[in-house]
């Protein structure tokens, strides 16, 4: 069905239009700013571009609040200029992925207002209404502390709507099959336009049922989505936000033909940043095993941080505590009660930690997903609400702006002082520099990419002896790629066997400090403090030696 499993293997890069980069000098960044700044994406390594919603919106949610969903907001250009985008992206062979919100609209999308102007029309069923106000109107609240219910009354209609997000999004209908078709027109829509998938926002909301929410959820739905999918592009998929417990996530991938290919691993994120700020492993190391068996055709794409809080809800309440005290110890670096609203770099402070934190990203089962600006080490603006402390425009230069634009006046304010600011972090002081962090991500993502064993292998984990160091090896059409991580503020000595040919050499790809097994088969690994490894079992020749694809397996 799918003769190119692309996101099986793909380095994704997550941006906010209007924060990237100004092409026309009015503050907001723009699909002509993108356009020109391609070629870093591509010297950088980036396989696939997933956008951040950029369709009309009063903006009053980054965009999530979407008042037309067959247009460009006239701040970031027209949809010729998108289509332009698509095109030169598909040049440099980059895919390009959408947001696609449909949980909720807008409340001055046309279908809202009219639903609310006349209690006659079709669209009055495409939203969910009370004529009194629900038991349970105050708990559900996805911004708890900021939100204050989900069901507010509408003076028009004389009803009260539903929404999980904020009073000024209310939610769809989705067991309305009119709302289902008109979501699918959507997605041929942009399929049309050559989009190669989808990012799909809050998965479990949208297959809730509208008159029993938390009831049952409707996969069926998911599978109507895909199945439509397939249909108008064999090779797009679905990338899903579903921040859910192990045991839920087959019912979200399915069989693998009718659910998502990609999903957000949630819960290996939270228990990764455990073992960063304690330095245990053991709750990391479960997490990977309980995330492992997906069908062959999915994947999982993993990530440090997005463009949310860092969200960290599922761990035991100690682990929770533990973060926080590490990496967000005051309030106001907090949010939602569940999480920490600040970028990597800030949080982790040392640059050994923040490679070793990429390090174990990029070599953890799936497809790595980068957010903009977290390449150079950028910084939050503590002083912007809730989740736009993480959206500062990006820092390309120490001009006016950080480069980002040539106005008076930004969509939001450039990070100027203090050690993140434009003109100590930016892209192009680091571009000159061979040692630094920039250049480090580039060389990163290129051993990534050369070790094709992560996106399409087996896994498993090896005995190292030594607590709080993490070790993964993989194995694939007959090569062996070894990575490990060392998550103690000590260096530490493991002791590895490797088993398989060519198991007796290791060959360092970071560096030259190769590894010849003693007489017993053993390796014995010298790791700095927040030190790692990663090594091609056998030598180089493994392109030579890869054994050929079985008949029925794609790539």
């Given amino acids: 069905m799918i003769e190119d499993l692309w996101y099986k293997n ?19 960044g723009d699909f002509p700013g993108l356009i020109n ?41 027209s949809s010729g200029d998108f289509v332009e985008f698509v095109n030169h992206a598909r040049k440099r062979g980059m895919r390009v992925i959408l947001d696609l919100v449909v949980n909720h609209t807008s409340d001055q999308h046309p279908w809202f207002k009219e639903a609310c102007r006349d209690p006659d029309s079709e669209y009055r069923d495409w939203y969910i209404w009370s004529k009194k106000r629900p038991a349970g109107w105050n708990k559900g609240m996805v911004f708890p502390g900021v939100q204050k219910s989900v069901w507010t009354r509408e003076p028009k209609a004389k009803l009260y709507y539903h929404h999980r997000f904020y009073d000024f999004q209310p939610d769809l209908n989705m067991d309305n099959p009119r709302v289902r078709a008109e979501i699918r027109r959507v997605m041929g829509y942009w399929l049309q336009l050559g989009v190669d998938g989808f990012r799909v926002d809050a998965v479990p909301f949208i297959l809730e049922p509208s008159q029993q929410p938390k009831g049952e959820l409707q996969f069926e739905y998911l599978a109507e989505m895909r199945q439509f999918l397939q249909w108008r592009a064999g090779h797009a998929a679905l990338l899903g936000e579903a921040n859910v417990e192990p045991k839920e996530t087959q019912r979200y991938f399915g069989d693998g033909r009718d659910g998502l290919n990609m999903m957000f691993n949630f819960w290996v994120n939270q228990h990764l940043f455990y073992a960063l700020a304690s330095g245990d492993t053991k709750p990391l190391e479960q997490a990977l095993k309980a995330t492992r068996k997906i069908p062959d055709a999915t994947q999982w794409a993993v990530f440090l941080r997005n463009h949310d809080e860092l969200d960290i809800e599922r761990l035991p309440k100690q682990r929770r505590e533990k973060v926080f005290k590490r990496f967000g110890p005051e309030p106001h670096m907090q949010l939602y009660h569940r999480g920490i609203r600040r970028r990597l770099a800030s949080m982790l402070g040392d640059r050994r930690h923040l490679e070793l934190a990429n390090s174990v990203m990029f070599s953890l089962p799936g497809s790595p997903v980068l957010r903009y600006g977290d390449e150079i080490g950028m910084g939050e603006d503590l002083s912007l609400k809730e989740r736009d402390a993480v959206r500062t425009p990006m820092q390309w230069s120490s001009e006016r702006n950080g480069g980002f634009s040539t106005a008076r006046r930004t969509v939001h304010p450039v990070i100027s002082k203090g050690p993140y600011g434009y003109k100590s972090i930016n892209v192009d002081a680091q571009r000159r520099d061979p040692g630094s962090f920039l250049n480090w991500m580039i060389k990163m993502i290129r051993v990534r990419k050369e070790c094709p064993e992560i996106g399409w292998g087996e896994w498993s984990l090896l005995h190292t002896g030594v607590p709080g160091v993490l070790c993964l090896c993989y194995s694939w059409r007959g090569n062996q790629v070894v990575v490990v991580h060392n998550f103690n503020r000590q260096p530490q000595q493991v002791r590895l066997v490797v088993e398989g040919d060519g198991c007796e050499r290791l060959v360092d790809l970071l560096g030259t400090d190769d590894s010849r097994a003693d007489r017993q088969g053993r390796h014995d690994i010298a790791l700095t403090a927040f030190g790692y490894k990663w090594f091609r079992v056998g030598g180089m020749n493994y392109a030579l030696r890869r054994e050929p694809a079985a008949p029925d397996e794609r790539h």
């Fill in 10 to 28: 793909s380095i994704v890069y997550s941006l906010d239009l209007d924060t990237f980069m100004d092409g026309n000098g009015d503050g907001v």
């Fill in 37 to 77: 700044r391609l070629d870093y994406l591509n010297s950088l390594g980036v396989d696939v571009l997933w956008l951040a919603p950029f369709q009309p919106s009063p903006n009053r949610d980054n965009g999530y609040d979407i008042s037309d969903y067959y247009g460009v907001d006239r701040r970031y250009g």
